[in-house]
């Protein structure tokens, strides 16, 4: 309605909308009614967290400003939206990246030095929430970013998970697992919508029938009904466009049972409620096999449906026609989580919307469109016909049904047996199920993989009879990173140095950077450059200190190695590499190697055992390294542990060589391996996934490529690869395996570490016997290069140059251009 704009409010008290206060003065006296008259707090009683709220709730107000005036202009242009349906967001801590959105961020500062209060200090009191596993989650975050600033009508739909990713804590070399509390002190940044709620139904069986006018219908009569409840968090883009996050969590729909209630078990009523809010209370770790898992397929199912609910309920308050939704919405599946979505559109359109099917699947097969993120066998999802029909008995049968007119289609195109079998939605190979892949690229419109090479993967081997079939329906869309958070924000020092050198238009385009190549060589640059680097490690070495009691000279090379563990990525490769040169230190022989320090982050699953074996390997090597006085001048191991966002702020900035070594054709993309080189790390890595297009564009001399190409590791275990040909014939690989069973690492039990070196020398399923040399000379080029200092910094700056491809902003373009069809919205200032 156009009397009620933000405009117009704001100019009835002689004020202008998109005036935020952003004078120091406005910041303060917000600040401080924020804390008097939101918090109630006494000055002397006030505590660190009241005084992170308070600033919180000071930018939160701006924040939701600026979210409520881009939404009032996306209505007003009627455009076309995206909803990003994603099951995880890691959005990483708030605070800083919004004053930083903002352009608040050096008025925030002074306005709390006036006060004797430190902002530095009041950023690190906010608790991030964890709410994704890793990658994947983090993505989502990154384009919901991107999405703001560019002016994409966008709304990020997930859950609420009340404890988010576990805490990671090293117990006697081991991980342990703690809850994330992530609420226990509140969250300032979200907005509970207590009447943006919708029911979700769950068990219980269906029933058709014929109405009077002749028409089949299916009614479901659910076993429970539960409620979820909208809490929406303000995402802002760069210079202030807002979008929303709305994560759902799940609630009785009544408090009580008053039917158990009256009979006076008061208990047993309560009970229900708290199984109710089970449904959102914990994020999954990944890599467990989660088949069986009838929590998480009730997870997923429960916010695809809220979600969906939501957008026909705004879309229909607009004033639209419920059959032109797919031209005024594209539903971006963040991989297969949320992929029943395509069968719960359809009972939506079919049961409570009276479509036919011909045109409920018009529509939904209009909306949907799809990212793979993995080409693991084990990380496809695949919900047994047993628990689906039992959860969601309603969406098996709609499932059948696409299946059977689906699999018709084949045969009318002439596939045989064997074809139509490989392509079906239901695996037949022992318990039956579904396979969600599937599900998701016959009910989208598009279907794309994260890098070209995964995405080439995609449509060669996982989803090949599809791409055969619907050509293009197929594309790429190369992930990116949210540069102003992973350099401007958390690199202020290298991001100062290149504004002063090449202005600050880097921050809306990252291709800008190019600028900076011809400075590479400039020796003055250099110094400048190799300053900044020193600075950041310094600051990394505090942390080291503090949380893993580990002493580093700032003076060494850097080498990093932080993302989730896993066999796939190989750390325990680049911890063979480490014994190596201990054992070259101790032989005497150690003049080449370069003084490194060698950082390791990440979780493991906790039911992952080899992932936590490989933990254990890395504590066990640094004790006995960072003990020996013969060798930690030279080398010094760290494990970092509770990886997350904000300790990625700071670890990116203080890299200097940056390890992607994963085995070719496993890493769907990467992002850690971009956020490194925009920080000025030179990686040494394998062409696996977006590894390929880093190096592309920062060119193969300014890159430590090495080890098979993905078709040489196929070739290699199509020939039938026997690793342990290569500890008998290959010295180095014997020495350095037998020294883990020897019984010198990890309190000097010998069988330790048996299952790790059964597993190389028999299986060596991901390769790392056969591409250990190459990584071995590899390192001598990296330690060589490192002597050289000018020629380190020249082809650092060189890397950073070239990193314009990988910004989120390009990716989300990308997204728009290819998938959705939706054109950003120019929003007045
Ligand atoms: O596409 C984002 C990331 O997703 C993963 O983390 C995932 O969960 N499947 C992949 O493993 C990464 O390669 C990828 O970058």
């Given amino acids: 309605e156009h009397n009620r704009s933000i405009e117009k409010y704001f100019s009835s008290i002689g004020e202008n909308a998109s005036e935020i206060g952003r004078s120091k003065a406005d910041i303060k006296k917000d600040f401080l009614h924020k804390l008097f ?53 890691l959005p990483g801590p708030h605070l800083g990246n919004n004053l930083l959105n903002l352009e608040i961020m050096e008025e925030t500062r002074q306005a709390l030095a006036e006060l004797d209060l430190d902002l530095d200090h009041i950023l690190e009191q906010e608790v991030e929430p964890g709410l994704g596993n890793g990658g994947l989650g983090r993505l989502a975050s990154c384009y919901m970013n991107s999405m703001a600033t560019l002016g994409i009508p966008a709304i990020g739909y997930g859950i609420r998970y009340e404890f988010g990713i576990f805490k990671q804590e090293i117990r006697e070399g081991w991980q342990s697992e703690a809850t994330d509390k992530w609420l226990h002190y509140g969250n300032p940044w979200e907005v509970m919508r207590p009447e943006i709620s919708y029911e979700v139904k769950f068990g219980g069986r269906t029933e058709a029938g014929t109405s009077k006018e002749g028409k089949y219908f299916v009614e479901w009569h659910p076993e429970s009904v539960i409620k979820g409840t909208a809490y929406d968090t303000p995402i802002l883009g760069y210079q202030s466009n807002g979008i929303i996050m709305r994560l759902w969590k799940a609630e009785a729909v009544e408090s009580f049972d008053f039917s158990i209630y009256n009979m006076g078990d008061y208990y047993r009523a309560v009970e229900k409620k708290l199984r109710s809010e089970n449904i959102t209370k914990v994020l999954y770790p990944n890599d467990e096999n989660l088949s069986g898992k009838e929590l998480r397929l009730k997870q997923q199912y429960f916010f695809v449906s809220c979600s969906l609910q939501d957008m026909i309920h705004l879309h229909l308050l607009q004033g639209r026609r419920l059959n032109e939704f797919h031209e005024k919405f594209s ?64 969406h098996l049968e709609l499932i059948y049904e696409i299946n059977s007119r689906f699999l018709e289609e084949l045969r009318e195109k002439g596939l045989n047996g064997e074809q139509i079998a490989r392509m079906s939605l239901i695996d037949d190979h022992g318990e039956q199920a579904v396979r969600m892949a ?4 016959v009910g989208s419109y598009k279907v794309n993989g994260v890098s070209a090479l995964h995405s080439r993967l995609l449509k060669t081997q996982v989803l090949n009879d599809f791409a055969k079939l619907w050509p293009e329906k197929f594309t790429n869309v190369t992930n990116g990173v949210a540069h102003r958070r992973f350099l401007a924000l958390s690199n202020p020092r290298l991001a100062s140095l290149i504004t002063e050198k090449i202005g600050d238009q880097w921050l809306t385009d990252l291709t800008s950077f190019r600028e900076l190549e011809k400075y590479a060589g400039d020796p003055a640059f250099q110094q400048q450059w190799r300053k900044v680097k020193l600075e950041n490690k310094k600051e990394l070495c505090k942390l080291l200190a503090e949380r893993a009691g580990v ?13 989730r563990i896993h066999e796939y990525k190989r750390q325990h490769l680049k911890v063979l590499h480490i014994i190596d040169l201990y054992l070259r230190i101790k032989d005497g022989k150690g003049e080449d190697i370069a003084a490194s320090a060698f950082i390791f982050a990440g979780k493991a699953a906790p039911g992952y055992f080899m992932a936590k074996l490989i933990i254990r390997l890395i504590t066990a090597v640094a004790d006995l390294i960072n003990n020996d006085e013969e060798v930690n001048r030279k080398l010094k191991v760290v494990f970092l542990p509770n990886f997350n966002v904000k300790q990625a702020q700071r670890v990116y900035p203080a890299a200097d060589l940056s390890e992607q070594i994963s085995m070719a054709g496993k890493e769907a993309s990467g992002t850690g391996n971009m956020k490194f080189a925009l920080n000025g790390a030179l990686t040494i890595g394998t062409l696996d996934g977006a590894n390929v297009e880093i190096m592309e564009e920062v060119g193969e ?90 020629e380190w910094d020249r082809r650092s700056i060189l890397n950073v140059a070239r990193m314009g491809k990988f910004s989120s902003d390009r990716s989300i373009r990308d997204y728009c251009e290819n998938i959705w069809n939706v054109e950003p919205v120019r929003l007045r200032d």
């Avoid at 599937?438 to 690229?441: D, E, G, M, V």
């Avoid at 002493?551 to 993302?563: R, S």
Wanted: hydrophobic letters at 40%; one cysteine or more.
């Fill in 438 to 441: 599937h599900l998701a690229t």
């Fill in 37 to 89: 008259y939101h918090l109630g707090r006494v000055p002397a009683l006030t505590t660190d967290n009241d005084l992170y709220t308070a600033l919180a709730l000071t930018v939160r107000d701006r924040a939701l400003r600026q979210f409520v005036r881009s939404t009032e202009q996306f209505a007003e242009k009627d455009a076309r939206g995206v909803a990003y349906f994603s099951a995880e967001f």
């Fill in 331 to 394: 539903v971006q599946l963040n991989d297969t989580h949320p992929s029943i979505a395509v069968a719960e559109l359809m009972r939506l359109l079919l049961d409570e919307h009276d479509m036919e099917w011909d045109d409920a699947w018009h529509i939904t097969s209009h909306t949907f469109a799809y990212t793979n993120h993995t080409l693991l066998p084990e990380a496809l999802e695949k919900w047994s016909i047993s628990l689906l029909g039992r959860i969601l008995p309603r």
């Fill in 551 to 563: 002493e580093v000279d700032p003076a060494m090379l850097f080498d990093v190695q932080v993302k």
């Fill in 701 to 790: 001399e300014n890159f430590f490529l090495f080890g098979q190409t993905t078709e040489e590791v196929q070739e290699t275990k199509r020939k039938g690869y026997r690793p342990y040909e290569f500890y008998e014939e290959n010295s180095n690989i014997r020495r350095v395996l037998d020294f883990l069973v020897s019984g010198a690492l990890g309190e000097g039990d010998p069988e330790l570490f048996r299952p790790l070196f059964n597993n190389l020398v028999q299986q060596d399923q991901y390769q790392l016997l056969k591409d250990f040399r190459s990584y071995c000379e590899k390192k001598e080029e990296v330690f060589k290069l490192w002597a050289n200092e000018s």
